[in-house]
C-alpha cells in the first residue's frame, strides 16, 4: 500500500467528471448496508470523508442518483454513471469521496466498517473498528483522532 500524496486528482470512469482533493481524509470506510451494496453492485461501499474545504469538481457537472432521500445525496457522472462521492444533509462540513474515483486509490485501506448486521457471507475488511450499525455520533470525534494519528 502506497501513501496518499496531496493533491491528489481523479474522475469517473469515462473522464467526464473529474475531481480534486487537497485534505488528508478525517477517516475512511466501509460500508457494508444493503443500499450501497446494490449501490454498489458490490459486498460493501468505500468512502473516505474529506473535508468539504479540500475537496471540489474541477471538470463536468455530477448528478444526484441512487437514493433521493433528503438526508443523503449520492453523486454521479451524468454518463456512465459512476457513483462518485455523497454528501449529507446538515454535515456539510465533509464529502464522502469513493476512493476508487482517485487515479491512485492504492493507498486506501478501511478504518472502521457499518452495517456488519446486513454485512454478506464471506464478506471482509481489514476495518480496526466494526459496528452492527453506525457508530454513535459521540464515537465519531474519537474515531477521526484516532485515525489521523494512525495516518500521520
Not at 458490490?42 to 433521493?68: M, N, Q, R, W
Request: charged fraction near 15%; include cysteine.
Amino acid at each position: 500500500m502506497s501513501e496518499l500524496n496531496l493533491p491528489a486528482e481523479g474522475g469517473c470512469r469515462c473522464g467526464r467528471v473529474r475531481l480534486k482533493i487537497t485534505a488528508p481524509p478525517l477517516l475512511t470506510m466501509a460500508c457494508h448496508c444493503r443500499g450501497c451494496q446494490q449501490m454498489s453492485s458490490s459486498a460493501y461501499s468505500l468512502s473516505a470523508a474529506i473535508p468539504a474545504d479540500g475537496f471540489e469538481v474541477t471538470k463536468g457537472e455530477p448528478v444526484i442518483g441512487g437514493l433521493h432521500g433528503a438526508d443523503a445525496h449520492h453523486y454521479f457522472c451524468p454518463y456512465c454513471m459512476s457513483w462518485m462521492f455523497t454528501k449529507s444533509e446538515g454535515m456539510d462540513w465533509f464529502v464522502n469521496l469513493r476512493p476508487t474515483m482517485l487515479d491512485d486509490p492504492s493507498w486506501f485501506s478501511p478504518f472502521i466498517e457499518t452495517w456488519t448486521s446486513e454485512k454478506l457471507p464471506g464478506a471482509t475488511t481489514p476495518a480496526v473498528h466494526s459496528y452492527a450499525a453506525l457508530p454513535a455520533m459521540e464515537e465519531y470525534e474519537v474515531l477521526v483522532k484516532e485515525y489521523m494519528g494512525q495516518a500521520s
